[in-house]
C-alpha cells in the first residue's frame, strides 16, 4: 500500500484510468466480436455498416494508448480483409 500522500494520488488515478482503458478495450472487443459474427452468419450488408464504427473504436483505443497503434493498424486490416474475402 502507498505510503506517501502522491503515492495515494497516484493510485488513486491509476485505478480510474484503468477502469476507462477496461471500458475502451471492452468496446473494441465486442464490436470486433459483432462484426464477426454478422460475417459468420453472411450478413455482409450490415457487418460492413458496423465497420467504421469498429474503426472509431479501435482507432480510439489506439489514441489514448490502450493498445498500440501497430495494433489497431492490425485489427482494422484484419477486419477489412475478412469482409473482403467473404464478398
Do not use: C, W
Request: without cysteine; proline residues 2%; aromatic residues 2%.
Amino acid at each position: 500500500m502507498p505510503i506517501t500522500k502522491s503515492a495515494k494520488k497516484a493510485l488513486r488515478a491509476s485505478k480510474r484510468k484503468r477502469t476507462f482503458n477496461l471500458h475502451r478495450k471492452k468496446a473494441v472487443s465486442d464490436i470486433v466480436k459483432k462484426v464477426k459474427k454478422l460475417q459468420l452468419n453472411k450478413k455482409l450488408d450490415e457487418a460492413r455498416k458496423l465497420l467504421p464504427q469498429a474503426y472509431k473504436a479501435i482507432d480510439k483505443a489506439a489514441k489514448r494508448g490502450v493498445i498500440k497503434k501497430n495494433n489497431a493498424d492490425r485489427k482494422k486490416s484484419r477486419l477489412a480483409s475478412l469482409l473482403n474475402k467473404t464478398a
